[in-house]
């Protein structure tokens, strides 16, 4: 079949495998014979900054290196886009955007405690109008994640931020556009999008949102189940490719490996000719239940999977794992995080949206690699749906359970029934 399409093109057709490990980790995973040299197909601008000596200083080296010393003001211009952005802009100056009268469905969080105390299903109606920069959102799908959990459980705390109660639970989410208001630039109708930012209260079935709180995704990239847990997938993508230097063969080790991002690294690590070292926690069934999640993640590509006691660089010892670990990713923190340090593993921290912020311009590509392995199935996320409101107090006890090995998502369901006909029950 390659040799058909070399025939007739001249080009070698390359597996979804081979294309990612072409462009990743900046050329270390790259097959040396499959391209021609970088600088031989590199641009003649790109090989003029290669080749410039660092002792010559020329006026585009200085310019950069002023850039770099901007920091994040690197790339911004002052304009009126970025006032009325970090002013807002005076009411009367725009025509407000009418809304159809409708209630979103929504969990609330209204103080701090377990889940199960502070969590509570409610119903609330959309603002009359879209006002300057808004959108109008119907959401499809939301995970239920540790750090939601973790949000109800502090009443509103998540990072350095903290949200008043009561509030919205839930901080990802895909939904999908359906009404734009005033200057509203780059979102239209039938868009998809994904909160850029903490807090902004995903799991209702209508939401309306300031656009620049908010990511719009590419919708031939992404199935939207998998859309839904985006954040998961450029988390584990970004961990191996910015952090360590990888380069095939070396190994990587990584506690809480049955979690999604646990699960997708490993899967890349696998693609990427990497030795992944899966740290699970120590198992309360019998031996036989360890045994089969080990193999479970071994079929991912796991090298080894060891349980999260004790030290683990006597555990890697013991079977004689003698690759000692280049990066070792943190997921846990605590006790779990000083045993990755023990085993001689350089622990990484790291904050996605802090990254998308910084690097838009990278997300095209890296949506694109992902997209391209999740649809030739060489990427998988376990999933399962529940929808909302009917099944989220069932949700929420699976997204509570131990080991459960799959991610919890809330699928809302249009309702064809009046507001006032289906309103929910605030009891969980």
Known sequence: ???????????????????????????????????PSTMASATLSEQITVRQSPIDQSHTAGFDAWMRARGDAAGSVFTADTIADKYGVVKGSYTSIALPSSESYQVKCIKAGPAKESLELASEPLPAALEWGEVLVTLQLAPINPADLYTARTGGMYGDKQSAVPCVAGHDGVGVVTKAGEGV??????????????????????????????????????????????RELCLAYRLLEDHGNLKPGDCV??????????????????????????????CEQPLEGFVQLANRLKALGASLVIQDSGSLKVELEKVKFFAKPKL???????????????????????????????????????LDALGKLVMADKLQVAYTEYSFPAEFCEALDHAMSAGKGTKILLRFVESDQSPESNQPENKL
Not at 268 to 274: D, E, F, N, V
């Open 1 to 35: 079949m390659q040799k058909d399409i070399y025939n007739k093109t001249g080009k070698i057709q390359l597996s979804v495998e081979e294309q990612l490990r072409q462009t990743f980790g900046r050329g270390n995973f790259r097959d040396a014979g499959s391209v």
């Open 185 to 230: 630039k780059d979102l239209a109708h039938g868009d998809w999008v994904v909160p850029a930012v903490t807090h902004l209260g995903s799991w209702r079935t209508l939401a309306v949102w300031k656009e620049a709180d908010l990511l719009k995704l590419p919708k031939e990239t992404l199935p939207i189940e998998h859309a839904a847990v985006f």
């Open 253 to 282: 080790i990584l506690n809480a490996a049955n979690s999604t991002v646990g699960r997708v690294i490993i899967q890349l690590c696998h693609l990427l000719q990497l030795r992944c070292v899966a740290v699970v926690r120590e």
């Open 328 to 366: 070792g990713l943190d997921c846990v923190g605590g006790a779990s995080a000083l045993r990755l340090s023990d085993a001689l593993a350089q622990v990484k921290g790291f904050n996605l949206r802090k990254w998308i912020l910084r690097n838009s311009k990278q997300l095209p590509t890296m």
